[in-house]
């Protein structure tokens, strides 16, 4: 089992920054994929970026140039570097994760989540 646990949402006002922490334990040798979603109120849950072991990334339209997603294999950490953020960005954010190579669609490991407000 792989347990993730999501750090550093808050509120933040628009135009500011954010970066989230997601710090992975358990059976860490399963992990390769790495993401991070997010759900709004009545809304569905989206990818936001996610990111392969080898550091590939791929993000959502909405968020290119503005979010960077990282990872530290040696501390088995996934970042989120959220800049310029917008009112439109608030919504719960979750870490991800899977033993599949490359890009995934499906993870089997989630993450409990932290809220991001960002106000206008």
């Known amino acids: 089992q792989v347990q993730l646990v999501e750090s550093g949402g808050g509120l933040v006002q628009a135009g500011g920054s954010l970066r989230l922490s997601c710090a992975a334990s358990g059976s860490i040798f399963a992990i390769n994929a790495m993401g991070w979603y997010r759900q709004a109120p009545g809304k569905q849950r989206e990818l936001v970026a996610r990111i392969t072991r080898d550091g590939s990334t791929n993000y959502a339209d909405s968020v290119k140039g503005r979010f960077t997603i990282s990872r530290d294999n040696a501390k088995n950490t996934v970042y989120l570097q959220m800049n310029s953020l917008k009112p439109e960005d608030t919504a719960v954010y979750y870490c991800?994760?899977?033993?599949?190579?490359?890009?995934?669609?499906?993870?089997?490991?989630w993450g409990q989540g932290t809220q991001v407000t960002v106000s206008s």
């Open positions: 991800a994760a899977d033993s599949a190579y490359g890009f995934v669609d499906e993870y089997d490991y």
